[in-house]
């Protein structure tokens, strides 16, 4: 979602359900016709997905915090970094896992 970068990721892309949350650094690779404008545009899209999935997320980057003795803590729930790559062409499944 182009509005705040947040992407929603289904369990069958993530292999494991911790795996995005636990990885250091997370790399996501989507289609550039998939970005919405916003939250709105984001809940009408999934309310017409075929639900198949058990579970899903949005993930958004990393959190940040500073309430712990005023220290600025990046990534205290999910990745440090996250990094969106954009394509244009249709991509295969092959060599993403």
Known sequence: MAENGACWIT???MIERALPFIA?????V???KD???????AYERIAGM???YGF?????????TAD????LVLG??????MTVFLVDEEISDAGFY
């Open 24 to 28: 250091q650094n997370l790399v996501l």
């Open 11 to 13: 369990e069958d892309r």
């Open 76 to 81: 205290a729930h999910g990745p440090k970094s």
């Open 50 to 52: 075929d639900q198949g």
């Open 68 to 71: 712990i003795e005023q220290s």
């Open 56 to 64: 899903a997320t949005f993930i958004a980057g990393p959190s940040k």
């Open 35 to 41: 970005v919405v404008a916003n939250m709105h545009a």
């Open 30 to 32: 989507i289609k550039k």
